[in-house]
């Protein structure tokens, strides 16, 4: 069965970096686009990034353009975000999912990273 | 690419139809629209891809119509469990975008 486990989350100083991985297991990784989702305490679900199964295309949302960068490792099936510059207001659970038809078909269970001094 | 979802809260009872709506600040390609529930403390789930084709799994009282710039959800004979947070999802050329939500409650 497909499944999806975040990891690396945790409280984080502002303007200090983190990176989130995501391990994928019971499918064929190396077929699927990704995606990272986050949700802020409370609040709703906020698209963070894509990338395409080859990682040759990534493409962010505008509040996380040019401070994270997803990438992936086929050969580990392993999904990635690193995030720099972070604000309070990236204070969030972190989740990864697959990329369906035009959906994000499964997801994890998420990482709560909390920006905070 | 703007989505509002409305209700913002439904509350029923089990045994009752919902009915939820969402409306996109652009027309695009039906094929582009999904549903998903959310339960505290759980991940989304899948429930419609394409407005109108359930993800595996999900049971036929939910059902999703809808094309151009309006989509509806919805659930029929509510069960316990459909108490929950439903997001709207229009996808993009290079990007998601989610509707802020409507809760459903008993």
Redesign the interface.
Same mark, same amino acid.
């Given at each position: 069965q497909v499944q999806l486990v975040e990891s690396g989350g945790g409280v984080v100083q502002p303007e200090k970096s983190l990176r989130l991985s995501c391990a994928a297991s019971g499918f064929t990784f190396s077929t699927f686009a990704m995606h990272w989702v986050r949700q802020a305490p409370g609040k709703g679900l906020e698209w963070v990034a894509v990338i395409s199964f080859d990682g040759n295309e990534e493409y962010y949302g505008d509040s996380v353009k040019g401070r994270f960068t997803i990438s992936r490792d086929n050969s580990k099936n392993k999904l990635y975000l690193q995030m720099k510059s972070l604000r309070a207001e990236d204070t969030a659970v972190y989740f990864c999912a697959r990329d369906g038809r035009w959906s994000a078909d499964y997801w994890g269970q998420g990482t709560l990273v909390t920006v905070s001094s | 690419i703007v989505l509002t979802q409305s209700p913002g809260t439904l509350a029923l009872s089990p045994g009752e139809r919902a009915t939820l709506s969402c409306r996109t600040s652009q027309s695009d390609n039906s094929? !582009? *629209?999904?549903w !998903?529930q #959310?339960k505290p403390g759980?991940?989304?789930?899948?429930l419609i *891809? @394409?407005a109108s $084709?359930r993800?595996t799994g999900i049971p036929d009282r939910f059902s999703g119509s809808g094309s151009g710039t309006d989509f509806t959800l919805t659930i029929d004979r509510l069960e316990p469990e459909d108490f929950a947070v439903y !997001?709207c #999802?229009q !996808?993009g050329r $290079?990007?998601?975008?989610? @509707? #802020? @939500?409507t809760r459903l409650e008993i």
């Open positions: - | 094929n !582009y *629209f999904a !998903y #959310q759980q991940a989304p789930r899948l *891809f @394409g $084709s993800a !997001y #999802q !996808y $290079s990007a998601i975008t989610f @509707g #802020q @939500g």
